[in-house]
């Protein structure tokens, strides 16, 4: 017996080009996947291929030039809180302190929560991520990684039914990094969530995804979409596992190809070998 699933999120051949001064840039072309309800999907590619545009789609921020990107099974029109957002840049306010930062999501209509669990998930989430020492500081007073959990800590507060994560974890030193995987993965046995990951770092995607969409240079197509069949709940124990080192190995080729196709691309028209 087939199960029809119905998708919570779908890219239907979607394309998107840029106006840039040298005419129009194809930057996604003719992406399709779906992404299902618990689905962890981890996006890699070389730097500019088109993961954060990809990603803008279904956050709302950009619109696809033809095919369609859905939610629901609606077309996705906009920015919504059922799809939270940390962004490759610390998505902060940098006119709030770190607890009003935290609080801001829940403060908007569609979260509003009482002000007693406002507080309590504000005080949560500052000790979850080491800044209650910091709570009435401001951005500017804290440190690139700091800012990078404060944005981490936003997202997560409002407990947004999607997570959508553009490089989160890739400001911060090895050992925060490696506790901010652990600490999701954590979120993600709590509360039921769907998240697309944005990483660089074949490992993480290994170790945090159920599904990894290895995009090509630019424009980003699907060059290959890997099933992680790893069973969750995944402890650090995993990556000595053989399965690991070999879909690493495997994951590892497919990117580094897509890599050298991008840097040959980048090279200035004149740069000859
Ligand atoms: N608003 C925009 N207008 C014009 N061009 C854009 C715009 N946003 C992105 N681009 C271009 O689209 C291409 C893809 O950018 P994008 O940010 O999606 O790449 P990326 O895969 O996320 O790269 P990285 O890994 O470095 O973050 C780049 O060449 C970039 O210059
Ligand atoms: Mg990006």
């Given at each position: 017996?087939?199960?029809?699933?119905?998708?919570?999120?779908?890219?239907?051949?979607?394309?998107?080009?840029?106006?840039?001064?040298?005419?129009?840039?194809?930057?996604?072309?003719d992406?399709?996947?779906?992404?299902?309800?618990g689905?962890?999907?981890?996006?890699i590619?070389?730097?500019?291929?088109g993961?954060?545009?990809?990603?803008s789609?279904?956050?709302?921020?950009?619109k696809?030039?033809?095919?369609?990107?859905?939610?629901?099974?609606?077309?996705?029109t906009?920015?919504?809180?059922?799809r939270?957002?940390?962004?490759?840049?610390?998505?902060?306010?940098?006119?709030?302190?770190?607890?009003?930062?935290?609080?801001?999501?829940?403060?908007?209509?569609?979260?509003?929560?009482?002000?007693?669990?406002?507080?309590?998930i504000?005080?949560?989430?500052?000790?979850?991520?080491?800044?209650?020492?910091?709570?009435?500081?401001?951005?500017?007073?804290?440190?690139?990684?700091?800012?990078?959990?404060?944005?981490?800590?936003?997202?997560?507060?409002?407990?947004?039914?999607?997570?959508?994560?553009?490089?989160p974890?890739?400001?911060?030193?090895?050992?925060?990094?490696?506790?901010?995987?652990?600490?999701?993965?954590?979120?993600?046995?709590?509360?039921?969530?769907?998240?697309?990951?944005?990483?660089h770092?074949?490992?993480?995607?290994?170790?945090?995804?159920?599904?990894?969409?290895?995009?090509?240079?630019?424009p980003?197509?699907?060059?290959?979409?890997?099933?992680?069949?790893?069973?969750?709940?995944?402890?650090?124990?995993?990556?000595?596992?053989?399965?690991?080192?070999?879909?690493?190995?495997?994951?590892?080729?497919?990117v580094m190809?897509?890599y050298?196709?991008?840097?040959?691309?980048?090279?200035?028209?004149?740069?000859?070998?």
């Open positions: 017996m087939t199960s029809v699933k119905t998708a919570l999120a779908s890219f239907d051949r979607v394309s998107l080009d840029f106006d840039t001064p040298n005419g129009p840039m194809t930057v996604v072309e992406v399709s996947y779906d992404i299902h309800g689905d962890f999907v981890a996006v590619g070389p730097s500019g291929c993961k954060t545009t990809m990603m789609m279904l956050a709302g921020f950009q696809p030039t033809s095919g369609a990107v859905t939610f629901e099974g609606r077309p996705i906009g920015p919504g809180s059922e939270g957002v940390i962004f490759q840049e610390y998505g902060v306010y940098p006119w709030l302190t770190v607890r009003d930062n935290i609080a801001f999501g829940l403060g908007l209509k569609a979260n509003r929560v009482p002000a007693r669990e406002c507080d309590e504000c005080e949560h989430y500052l000790s979850l991520m080491g800044l209650s020492d910091f709570a009435n500081s401001y951005p500017k007073h804290l440190s690139g990684g700091m800012r990078q959990r404060l944005a981490i800590a936003r997202a997560y507060a409002v407990k947004p039914k999607f997570l959508l994560m553009d490089e974890f890739g400001a911060l030193d090895a050992q925060t990094r490696a506790n901010m995987q652990n600490m999701l993965l954590g979120v993600l046995a709590a509360e039921e969530k769907t998240v697309m990951l944005i990483t770092s074949v490992e993480e995607a290994i170790y945090l995804a159920s599904r990894i969409v290895v995009v090509t240079a630019r980003a197509r699907i060059r290959e979409i890997i099933d992680v069949k790893i069973p969750y709940p995944r402890s650090e124990a995993i990556q000595e596992y053989p399965e690991f080192g070999e879909l690493r190995k495997y994951v590892r080729g497919l190809r897509e050298r196709a991008q840097q040959v691309q980048n090279r200035p028209a004149s740069f000859s070998e």
